[in-house]
């Protein structure tokens, strides 16, 4: 089943009930636009503590086998996205099906599976395979664009260097 945010991630009906309310209030097509944009990635990141205890002795695996250099296609605040949620992000290039390791062990926490086409146009930026994983401080970290058939279930625990997916041009 192709799916991005589930239901029961979000709350979906408490969101169409807000968004009822805010319709019936008059509110313009742009500015429920704007409230959804905003809402459904708060939803999706509701899993994750308000005020994290950053462990600052963590250490992270670069989230690929490390005797291998790959380039950096965009980094931190890119031109092209890596905005807001997702402006700490790294976008690495290397060939589709490549291991994907956790950077640092925790609970996964969310799985989006069943995409397959490319990231390209912007149009499907929101059809990305994913893996978000939940780390003991409060932090999390993101695997993004990866190739359909993630190996891994929201609630299963995954320590560093296990594998979550596989690289893929997904979102």
């Not at 009930?17 to 990141?45: H, V, Y």
């Not at 890596?82 to 926490?109: C, K, N, Q, W, Y």
């Not at 780390?135 to 279930?153: K, N, Q």
């Amino acid at each position: 089943e192709v799916s991005h945010w589930r239901a029961e991630d979000i709350d979906r009906d408490g969101m169409l009930r807000a968004l009822k309310q805010r319709t019936e209030a008059g509110e313009s097509a742009d500015s429920l636009a704007a409230w959804l944009n905003a809402e459904m990635p708060s939803r999706w990141c509701a899993f994750a503590p308000i005020a994290p205890r950053v462990d600052g002795d963590a250490r992270y695996l670069l989230p690929f086998d490390s005797r291998i250099n790959w380039i950096v296609g965009q980094g931190v605040s890119g031109a092209y996205s890596h905005t807001g949620l997702e402006e700490f992000s790294f976008d690495f290039v290397m060939p589709e099906g490549t291991p994907i390791p956790a950077s640092r062990g925790g609970t996964v926490a969310r799985v989006v599976d069943g995409f397959t086409r490319c990231c390209l146009p912007l149009g499907r930026a929101h059809e990305a395979n994913q893996v978000v994983v939940l780390h003991a401080d409060g932090t999390f970290a993101s695997y993004v664009h990866l190739r359909r058939g993630i190996p891994v279930t929201p609630g299963q625990s995954v320590a560093a260097g296990e594998r979550v997916g596989d690289s893929g041009s997904t979102g």
